[in-house]
């Protein structure tokens, strides 16, 4: 149980453009998602908390313009990085709740590379 | 706030050792404890999960041990071998409802055969 699926895997887009990444939750309902960001070396960050049908919670030093997140069913949410600059270049990695034993899976996550 | 330690951040030892991660974490009000496994460019893989009433647990040739009074875990693992290279996150989850997971920065193991 407890299966997720990110997508895409790797990414590289221009500097300007916006880029899309989903998250699946494929054996489970997800009442909450969480996104988090990885720089090289650098342990995951939490970016923000989404409830399923309300607005995302974004944690300090995190643009919500800038990452929109829509989590508006229980199996699927996204992350649309906009207008992206090299300084967005990372690793992002989505975790949906699962309640089932309390504990937290993951996403294979997505290597964006914004040139 | 909680911090979450894991000290050395890179650990090489030859094949066959048994070895020790060590984890510490500031605010011994958790929920829980998870240890993961992070393979190059890849995603996380849950090695083990310990609840806060919990002192420890095992799985295979992975055990991990909670002190929740100390803000200290570890992670044993025996008989290394180079398929456990990768490199492995300690991360507590806070009481409250929908609380958040707080990472380590991680150990880069390398088992040399």
Redesign the interface.
Same mark, same amino acid.
Request: net charge positive.
């Given at each position: 149980g407890a299966v997720v699926s990110q997508h895409p895997s790797r990414v590289i887009c221009k500097s300007g453009t916006s880029v899309k990444i989903e998250c699946r939750s494929l054996d489970f309902q997800a009442t909450t998602m969480f996104w988090y960001r990885q720089f090289p070396k650098q342990s995951l960050m939490l970016m923000a908390t989404s409830n399923e049908g309300s607005k995302a919670t974004y944690e300090q030093g995190v643009e919500k313009d800038k990452f929109l997140i829509n989590h508006a069913s229980l199996t699927l949410s996204t992350l649309t990085v906009t207008s992206a600059h090299p300084e967005d270049s990372s690793f992002y990695i989505c975790s949906p709740q699962d309640y089932s034993n309390y504990g937290y899976t993951f996403g294979s996550g997505t290597r964006l590379t914004v040139v | 706030k909680q911090e979450?330690t894991q000290i050395p951040?890179a650990l090489s030892v030859p094949e066959g050792e048994n070895l020790v991660l060590n984890c510490s974490f500031t605010d011994s009000a958790i929920?829980?404890l998870?240890w993961?496994r992070q393979d190059p !460019?890849? +995603? %996380?893989?849950?090695l083990l %999960?310990i609840?806060s009433s919990q002192r420890e647990q095992t799985s295979g040739r992975l055990n991990a041990s909670l002190d929740k009074s100390s803000g200290r875990s570890t992670l044993y693992i025996a008989a290394s071998q180079p398929g456990d290279s990768a490199t492995y %996150?300690c991360?507590v989850?806070d009481t409250g409802a929908?609380s958040? %997971?707080t990472? +380590?920065? !991680?150990i880069t193991l390398s088992v040399r055969p």
């Open positions: - | 979450v951040a929920y829980n998870q993961f !460019g890849k +995603g %996380l893989t849950s %999960l609840q %996150l991360a989850r929908n958040k %997971l990472f +380590g920065k !991680g």
